[in-house]
C-alpha cells in the first residue's frame, strides 16, 4: 500500500509530461526516507497524442483511462485508483521540487493539517497580464487559504468529505474542494495549509491566446460563475494547439 500518491491528469501532454515526471520522481526520491512509499499516476483525458504511452515510458507507475474530456473528473478517477491517505495532486506542466513535496507531506504528517496547496511560479517572463494574474492569485491563494489546482495536497478523509472534486464544473474545480474542506475541517479543528515554496508551472498559455482572449475568459467566469458549467465557455482550459509547443 503506498503512503502517498501523486496524481497528474494529462489532456495531450506528450511534450510536458517527461519533465513532470521527471521532477516528480526526483520529488519522490527526495522524501522516500521520512515518508515512505510514493505512487506516480497519471490519468489519459481522453488524449488524442501519446500521452498515455509517454506516461508508461517515463516512470509512471499507473496510467488511468477517463474518457470524459473534464480535469475534475481525472482528477477524482486517479484518487479513485489508488489506496493511498495522502493525495497530491500536480498539473502535467508542473514541475515539483522535492523540498516543496516535502513540506506538504510534512504537513499532512502533522496531523493538524487536512489540505493544502502551494504558490506558483511561472517558467519564463510572461506578459504584464499574465504576471499580474499570477501574483494576484498568490496573494489571494496565502491570504484566504485556496491552493491551485496545478498543485493541491490533501488527506483522503478531507478529500471525500469535501465530495472531491465538483464534476458540474470545468474550471475553478479546485476553489470549490477547498471551500468544502475548510469548512469541514474547521470543525474537525484542522486547517488548510497554503506552502510559502512555489511549484513551478508553464506560460504556455502566454504563447496560445492573446490578451483580449485572456480578458474575454476572466470575465466570462467572474461575471457569469454558472459559466464555468459549459466546457466551450471554460475553453481555454481545453483548447489545445494542433503541436503543443515543447518546454523550453
Known sequence: MPDYAIIIPAFNEEAFLP???????????????????????VVDNNSHDRTAEVARSHGADQVVFEPHNQIARARNAGAESTTAEWLVFLDADT???????????????????????????????????????????????????????????TRRDAFKAGG????????GEEVWLARRIK???KKEGLTFHVLPESVTTSARK???????????????IFLIPW??????????????????????
Open 19 to 41: 519533465a513532470t515526471l521527471s521532477s516528480a520522481r526526483s520529488a519522490m526520491t527526495h522524501v522516500a526516507r521520512d515518508f515512505g512509499k510514493g505512487e506516480l499516476i
Open 95 to 153: 514541475t515539483l521540487s522535492g523540498e516543496t513535496l516535502a513540506k506538504a507531506l510534512a504537513a499532512l504528517a502533522t496531523g493538524t493539517v487536512a489540505a493544502g496547496g502551494a504558490r506558483v511560479a511561472m517558467d519564463r517572463e510572461v506578459t504584464p497580464l499574465v504576471g499580474w494574474i499570477v501574483r494576484t492569485w498568490d496573494r489571494v491563494s496565502t491570504t484566504f487559504a485556496y491552493a491551485a489546482g496545478s498543485f493541491f495536497f
Open 164 to 171: 472531491g472534486f465538483d464534476e458540474t464544473v470545468y474550471a
Open 183 to 185: 469548512a469541514w475541517a
Open 206 to 220: 502566454d504563447d496560445w491566446f492573446s490578451t483580449k482572449e485572456f480578458l474575454t475568459q476572466l470575465a466570462v
Open 227 to 248: 459559466a464555468t458549467r459549459s466546457r466551450r465557455l471554460c475553453a481555454m482550459w481545453y483548447k489545445r494547439p494542433k503541436a503543443p509547443t515543447e518546454p523550453s
